[in-house]
């Protein structure tokens, strides 16, 4: 299941609701991105994320897809938020259920690295200095590099 | 064409969106950034690190030498920095 959305998220709420009613799940993974208060430029008072609706959800639901061939997975979440968000504030979860843990914690991981290289959202940075758009990493490129096949 | 611009691509411009009548010889993306840079010089501006641009048409990653149609939505952005 996909969710675009402004608002924040329940963490418990949400991880419950995956494994409501079920007893066949044997582990749940999950992520959860921050806003940190120290970024490349110095201090960040406020982070906006921007994103490109339509595409976005489109990119996430064939993001899920590719983890649903790979793992054997009950239930695919990705929760992650646009518009202003404050450092400490939550940014994205990932969660992930299946019989087994491996399965489970394995797609977990590769849904959030594929996300960070293929979902079209992007984040301007606000501190003293001024604003500035955070650069892509090539870390985050190897981190999905990793998983190609 | 209806173009959409997306991060520092968009802040140069200076606008999210609009449409745009593509001259006859802009045939793909390549040629259609080599158009845009010619617009002004916020146009220049926001294509001058064109080799890291990324572009989507409806919707769909392509790569610069991909053709382009008069009815395409034809988005502009900087690699993306999610998660």
Redesign the interface.
């Known amino acids: 299941m996909i969710k675009v959305q402004r608002e924040d998220f329940d963490i418990g709420a949400e991880l419950a609701s995956l494994t409501e009613g079920k007893t066949g799940i044997g582990g749940l993974a999950s992520f959860v ?1 921050l806003v940190r208060d120290l970024a490349d430029q110095g201090a960040v008072s406020v982070m906006t ?4 609706p ?2 976005t959800e ?2 996430l639901a064939e993001i899920e897809a590719e983890a649903r061939a790979r793992w054997p997975l009950d239930s695919v979440l990705i929760i ?1 938020r646009y518009g202003k968000l404050e450092p400490g504030e939550r ?2 979860l990932v969660a992930t259920t299946s019989a087994h843990r491996q399965a489970a914690l394995e797609s977990c991981a590769f849904l ?1 690295d594929w ?10 940075e606000q501190g003293a200095e001024g604003a500035a ?4 990493k090539a870390s ?1 490129d190897r981190a999905a590099e990793k998983w190609k096949r | 064409m209806k173009l ?1 611009y ?3 691509v ?2 140069n411009i200076g606008k999210a969106e609009e449409e745009l009548a593509a001259p006859g010889h802009v045939q793909t993306v390549e040629d259609l950034l080599d158009w845009i840079a010619t617009l002004g010089p916020q146009y220049a501006a926001a294509l001058d690190r064109r080799n890291v641009i990324k572009v ?1 048409i409806n ?1 769909e ?1 392509v790569e610069h030498d991909h053709p382009v149609r008069s009815d395409d939505e034809i ?1 502009l ?7």
């Open positions: 991105g994320l921007e994103h490109y339509g595409m489109k990119r992650h940014i994205v959030i996300l960070k290289t293929k979902a079209p959202f992007w984040k301007l758009w955070v650069e892509a985050d | 959409l997306f991060a520092w968009r802040t989507a919707h990653y988005a952005f900087p690699p993306v920095t999610g998660g």
